[in-house]
Structure formats: structure tokens, C-alpha cells
């Protein structure tokens, strides 16, 4: 039997992220995460304070997991 903990982990995982424009701070820096899309695909994008910017790779869909290992990834020291 799963526990109810793992049911809406499980299920919050599988939404589907359709557009994002959110700025949040992360150990003492301000960062933009927004998605770009054209006809052929759809990128996260993290912009720092101080400009940097990362880039994700081509997505056919975006999953709310695909964020979080987008910004694990990206916010890596």
C-alpha cells in the first residue's frame, strides 16, 4: 500500500506545465524562470541578477518534474 505522501508527489509530478513566469531567490540572488516556445519547441529559461542565462534543451511537453531537475541542474554550485 502506498502511503498518501507518495500518491500526491506522484500526481503533482505528472502536471503539465503549459507556461511559467516566476521570479524567486535562491542564497542571495534573484533569478527569472520563464518558458519560451516557438513552433518547434519549448525552453525553460534562468536568468540571474547578474544576466546569466541557462537555457534547457528542447521539450516536447513540460512536466512539473522537468522543472525541478531543470533548476537542480541549473542552480548546481
Known amino acids: ?3 498518501n505522501k507518495y500518491t500526491l ?12 513566469n516566476m521570479v524567486f531567490t ?3 540572488h534573484t533569478y527569472r ?3 519560451r516556445s516557438d513552433d518547434d519547441c519549448v525552453q525553460l ?3 540571474s541578477d547578474d544576466y546569466e542565462m541557462t537555457e ?5 511537453n513540460m512536466r512539473l518534474y522537468t522543472v ?3 533548476l537542480r541542474m541549473a542552480l548546481q554550485h
Not at 508527489?9 to 511559467?20: A, E, N, Q, S, Y
Not at 534547457?56 to 516536447?60: A, E, M, P, V
Open 56 to 60: 534547457s534543451k528542447c521539450l516536447n
Open 45 to 47: 529559461i534562468l536568468i
Open 9 to 20: 508527489r506522484r500526481g503533482l509530478m505528472g502536471i503539465t506545465v503549459k507556461d511559467l
Open 26 to 28: 535562491y542564497e542571495e
Open 1 to 3: 500500500m502506498q502511503s
Open 68 to 70: 525541478i531537475n531543470f
Open 33 to 35: 524562470l520563464m518558458t
